[in-house]
């Protein structure tokens, strides 16, 4: 039987598209239960909630580095230079900024400064209390200076010392040798700091989710479903009493070829592609 259920009348008169290429962690839970789990089989019981546990977390790991599991927003940076982190935010790949023609600048993250939880102050510099809680301000006066200064950029961060008398620098950090500009991220408060000559500008947040936010992102594509069976069998064998070492160490090598496995396939290489990128480097340079 075919794994095809739908007319191509009515695939294409549809919205969801490219959708065979995915498998939903439901499918794989149930075809793991199937094919590993009963008399004679690998594994004689085991509870399907055991079963989808180590299978959301086999999605967490792979999307890490092997799924493609990154996202993106775009925002255009308002007056306050705040943007909120995504509600399923884990790390950021890249920030960019987008010019006129659409291109991606590369924004990189500053060092020099940071957003400091702040707490008042009397006048003598003893701390106003409130009840047993210290009073924190709103906002520190590290973060109000740094986004009041007019066109603050990666130059700003460049240490004075390196200039000499007619203004050339010495021992330029190449990571401020750019001018799209800065930006630093809070986890404290869940907000990414712009520079202040990105008001207004186009940004573009690339970030990395774990893959479980909701139902229909737990998809996993069908070069990694192999993948996501060793990786649910592994953390089975190995979380169980009275297993042998060698049969949990078998497995544990499974998971790992097989996500190595995964992780080529998805890389996406072409041959015709990654010739002509190398035919690019061997050209000699005048």
Not at 27 to 38: A, E
Not at 219 to 225: D, P, S, Y
Request: some cysteine; overall charge negative.
């Amino acid at each position: 039987m075919g794994l095809l259920d739908e007319t191509q009348s009515s695939y294409y008169g549809g919205s969801d598209f490219g959708n065979y290429q995915f498998v939903t962690l439901d499918d794989i839970i149930s075809s793991f239960m199937v094919v590993y789990v009963g008399e004679n089989k690998i594994l004689t019981k085991v509870s399907r909630t055991d079963v989808q546990f180590h299978g959301m977390r086999a999605i967490q790991e792979l999307s890490y580095d092997v799924l493609k599991s990154m996202k993106s927003q775009e925002i255009e940076v308002p007056p306050s230079l705040k943007m909120i982190l995504p509600h399923d935010y884990v790390n950021y790949c890249k920030i960019v900024r987008v010019d006129s023609n659409g291109i991606e600048k590369p924004l990189y993250p500053t060092g020099k400064t940071s957003n400091p939880l702040p707490i008042d102050q009397n006048a003598d510099g003893t701390y106003i209390i409130n009840g047993d809680n210290l009073d924190e301000q709103t906002e520190s006066d590290t973060w109000a200076n740094y986004k009041s200064q007019a066109g603050s950029s990666s130059n700003n961060d460049i240490d004075p010392l390196l200039l000499d008398a007619q203004g050339r620098r010495y021992g330029l950090d190449p990571q401020y040798a750019q001018a799209n500009g800065t930006f630093y991220i809070d986890d404290r408060t869940g907000y990414i700091h712009f520079g202040s000559n990105l008001a207004g500008e186009t940004i573009i947040l690339k970030y990395i989710s774990d893959g479980l936010g909701t139902d229909a992102e737990m998809l996993v594509h069908k070069f990694a479903e192999e993948a996501v069976y060793k990786h649910i069998m592994y953390g089975l064998i190995s979380g169980r009493t009275g297993i042998p070492e060698y049969i949990t160490q078998r497995f544990k090598k499974e998971k790992f070829a097989e996500t190595r496995k995964a992780k080529i396939r998805l890389s996406n290489i072409k041959m015709e592609e990654f010739t002509q990128v190398l035919r690019g480097l061997g050209k000699p340079i005048k």
